[in-house]
């Protein structure tokens, strides 16, 4: 066993390299939104379209991941993972030439695709590599570059894509018709050289990922052919996770893709780059809540954690639409904290007991995070008619799902290890 460590010491290392990267890719859509809007002159629902074409790219991807998993390994779902990653990066180059929204937005696609292969393989892979006793510690390990990689994607997008340029829809339409052309031009621009760079060096780890030895079969949860696929339907508790994993990747997304516009709408004067502060606070309190959660987590049992972080997140939702200003602001950015724990929560829960059925009502699971783009797109509808601050409302209400769910599995009494939740 000492020397199965020593062979796969290489893979452990650059799978914990992709947590870091698909966070990153993730929280540098929330910059997008804000640039697009600006580049593009988009309302709130039309920068929604970023969240809706990525992840639609999850949604579509997931299973078709799981199956390229299952039947060629590891390595092969990795390397297929990073290349689409690379690719839809270097797209940007491109569609910043060709100055066309669709373009980016279909970059985004190709992106989100790599990352259902990424995530649905690293997760279930760290705790299969290397020594069983130490699969547990691997798995943190790993999820502790995610949040790293989400800081990481906001900094990117704070010092490289956006400007201190607050454009004001007035002065642009004052603006000689080549003059505004220009200013537009620019922001366009600006997203380019930071996606040229990250696809450049996420195709130098598909290349190391090629190279590097892998497992070479992914080791079954109990007999196939004896567990139909459809047999997931038939698991109430985990379509409810389904359900709740909607709701709460949905929340998590749409509060994170319009806090940027939120401040901005909130505290007038204050530009993209400043706005942005605040999207890198509610990031630093999400990763501090996931220690703190891990920690109340061995003193609580996690459904009735689950429902005090979801009845929270609720209350301080209703309080960021309620107040407005500098006051709301500090509630929505609170609401990070909250979320820490939920996405894996719901996961663990949901996955409890599924025995052979585990690897299918993970992906089903995974497929529910189109949440994302649903509920993304409902807060920028809401926006646009009736204000930012109203559109807090949305999330309000999918946390209202959330606790609806934690609620019901203590009742059940459901216990679960979160050892092996993965991050998100």
Known sequence: MRQAKQDFRAAIVLTTCLFFLWGMANNLNDILIAQFRKAFVLSDFETSFVQQAFYLGYFLLAVPAAMVTRTRGYKAAIVTGLLLYAIGALLFYPA????????????LFVIAAGLAFLETSANPLMTEIGDPAGAARRLNWAQAANPVGTVTGVLIGKYFILSEIAHDERALSAMAPAARDALLRQEVVAVQAPYLVIGLVVLGFAIAAA???????????????????????RQPRLLKAAGAQFFYVGAQVGLWSYTIRYAQANLPGTS?????????????????????????????????????????????????????????????????????????????????????????????????????????????????????????????????????????????????????????
């Open 96 to 107: 910043a030439h060709f100055g066309e929204y669709r373009y980016f937005l279909a970059a």
């Open 211 to 233: 190279l590097i030895r892998f497992p070479g079969h992914v080791e079954d949860d109990g007999p196939r052919e004896s567990v139909p696929f459809s047999a997931i339907f």
């Open 272 to 424: 993209e780059r400043t706005a942005a502060d605040w999207l890198f606070a509610s990031l630093v309190l999400f990763g501090l809540g996931r220690f703190v959660g891990a920690w109340l987590m061995g003193r609580v049992a996690p459904a009735l954690l689950l429902a005090v972080f979801a009845g929270i997140s609720l209350l301080l939702a209703v309080a960021a639409t309620m107040l407005g200003g500098q006051a709301g602001l500090i509630a929505l950015t609170a609401a990070s904290f909250f979320m820490s724990i939920q996405f894996p929560t719901i996961f663990a829960l949901g996955m409890a007991g599924l025995g052979p059925l585990a690897r299918a009502g993970a992906s089903l699971i995974v497929m529910a995070i189109i949440g994302g783009a649903v509920l993304t797109a409902a807060m920028g509808a809401v926006s646009d008619r009736a204000g930012i601050n109203v559109a807090m409302l949305v999330p309000a209400a999918a946390f209202v799902a959330v606790l609806a769910f934690a609620l019901s599995m203590r009742r059940a009494g459901v216990a679960v290890d979160l050892t092996a939740a993965p991050a998100h």
